[in-house]
């Protein structure tokens, strides 16, 4: 482990004490005990979300750093594959025919939408393993899920259809409890397992796909193996908290320059770094003084925007 990991790993135990103990009401260290009436504060409310906020920000910073590291493109996103679109139109379905009331089936119904998002992203793909094929694959379903999400929020049959979706979209970790840490933390854990049995080919296929299709590396079984980790990871984080972005692209640009620029080398920083940076910005969204709570979702676009822009005039520099 080298001295960025440890320090990143510090860096999160720490962030997750205090979000645990941060929020409109402080909880000390001493009331963190079954005798003390504020400790269902800890057990029922911040806790689950504080798990829900390391393994949602683990989840984007890996997949991020896993997808940056496939397509080779430094700009890559885990919302490109279309995954996190599909997710959320599932979701928007549950809200648009009132089935959201039943705990279980909106993050199912997002998953569901993860799921079919990877089977036609796998479908349309092929066997070939194309990278380019594979790009434009995901670009055209995330176009058609948005589509569709803009869709059912146009044609919602209530005002308050139309108000939950609009609020679900724009993501938070606000009133979750342990049922969405039982449905989305085993999953986020399996895709992250997923991914990281990915990070020798991705080594390899920096020397180019011809070199990594010669050093052994199958490009159909790398390429289904992503789309599974992706999905997984992407679906049950967006099932959990809606939609955040940005996350899988600040991450491992922050973590790259120390990890060697290797894509192997980068995947646990990255998920570290994105368990880090989303606990910090959820804690400073309930800190906030704002008369009700800011989206989380809407904090990390407000930070991924103006990183993007910098991220595309550094390149435009670099090129000129």
Known sequence: M?????????????????????GKVWVPLDAWTAA???????????????????????????????????LRNPLADPGLFGVSSGAAFGAVCSLYFGYAAQTWL??????????????????????????????????ILTSITGSLTALALSLAPTPFAASE?????????????????????????????VLARTARSLDAL??????????????HRLQLAVIVGVALTVGASVAAAGVIGFVGL??????????????????????LGGALLLTVADSLVRLAPTVSEL???IAMSMLGGPFFLYLLISMRRRLA
């Open 2 to 22: 080298t001295r960025a990991t440890t320090l990143l790993a510090l860096g999160v135990l720490i962030a997750a004490i205090l979000s645990v103990a941060a």
């Open 36 to 70: 003390d009436p504020r400790s269902i504060i800890i057990v029922e409310l911040r806790l689950p979300r504080t798990i829900l906020a390391l393994a949602v920000g683990a989840a984007l910073g890996m997949s991020g750093a896993a997808m940056q590291g496939y």
């Open 106 to 139: 909106l993050p199912g119904f997002a998953l569901f939408g993860a799921a079919a998002t990877m089977a036609a992203l796998a479908l349309i793909a092929g066997r070939s393993g194309s990278l380019i094929l594979f790009t434009l694959a995901g670009m």
């Open 165 to 193: 979706i609009m609020t679900w979209l724009m993501g938070a970790l606000t009133d979750r409890s342990w049922n969405e840490v039982v449905v989305s933390v085993p999953l986020i854990v399996l895709g992250m397992a």
């Open 206 to 219: 920096t020397l180019g796909e011809q070199a990594a299709r010669s050093m052994g590396v199958d490009p």
């Open 250 to 271: 600040i991450v491992p640009h922050l973590v790259r320059p120390f990890a060697g620029h290797r894509p192997s080398a980068t995947l646990l920083p990255a998920a």
């Open 295 to 297: 989206r989380l979702g």
